[in-house]
């Protein structure tokens, strides 16, 4: 079955090491995106990826970056993570834009903890 | 970003019809409403969406009230596995989606 999924499903790094997580994804959609989810909270949108054009929520720290070296694939880069970044991340794909009409994919999240 | 408002949390009981209610006063006339749900450790997944006329998918119906400030989106039976957070979008053309603090549904065995 055509899917987003992400790896890993449960992530443990510390303070301050980088981590990457990915997504990648079998529906040949345009666009991806990154959400985090903390604890009780809707997702909130970090960035996303119009085909290889990148758009940063105005929001999203520094700490994050994101990379998409093709139209499969997703990273998700949290260069120096801190304790408040522990959070659900959940990538998403939509075929054209993700508004209007259009739908998004979700994956199953990667439950990031920060120790 | 168009606002929506939905109730916290919902109780209802196994095998019986739900009614999740949404407002968006502000809709502007382009703007189509999603409803995504999120079951419990899982990702958010599609459930929904219309723009002036009632759909019916094989999950639920989307009524949309006339002037379309509002909308109401019905699971037909609810069961165990319907217990989740349902959150109710405003979508516009070439525009992200952002989600709000949606409603809890529970549903009573």
């Known amino acids: 079955d055509a899917m987003v999924i992400q790896n890993p499903r449960y992530q443990v790094t510390q303070f301050g090491k980088p981590v990457t997580l990915s997504c990648s994804q079998t529906?040949?959609?345009?666009?991806m995106y990154w959400y985090q989810q903390k604890s009780s909270q809707a997702p909130k949108l970090l960035f996303h990826y119009y085909d290889k054009d990148f758009n940063n929520e105005a929001d999203t720290p520094d700490n994050f970056q994101s990379r998409r070296p093709n139209t499969s694939f997703c990273f998700l880069d949290i260069r120096s993570p801190g304790l408040g970044d522990a959070a659900m991340y959940l990538c998403?794909?939509?075929?054209?834009?993700?508004?209007?009409?259009?739908?998004?994919?979700f994956g199953p999240g990667t439950r990031l903890t920060v120790l | 970003d168009a606002k929506t408002t939905q109730p916290n949390s919902m109780e209802s009981n196994e095998e019986e019809p739900v009614h999740l209610p949404c407002n968006h006063s502000?809709?502007?006339?382009?703007?189509?409403i999603h409803w995504y749900r999120q079951l419990p450790s899982q990702g958010p997944e599609y459930v929904i969406h219309g723009l002036t006329s009632n759909v019916n998918n094989r999950m639920a119906s989307l009524a949309i009230a006339e002037d379309r400030k509002s909308s109401t989106l019905i699971l037909h039976r609810a069961t165990l596995r319907d217990a989740a957070v349902y959150y109710c979008?405003?979508?516009?053309?070439?525009?992200?989606?952002?989600f709000g603090k949606g409603t809890r549904l529970h549903i009573l065995p």
């Open positions: 979008i405003l979508s516009h053309r070439d525009d992200k989606i952002i």
């Open positions: 998403a794909t939509s075929r054209v834009s993700g508004g209007g009409s259009d739908t998004q994919y």
């Open positions: 529906l040949n959609h345009n666009v």
């Open positions: 502000t809709i502007s006339g382009t703007d189509y």
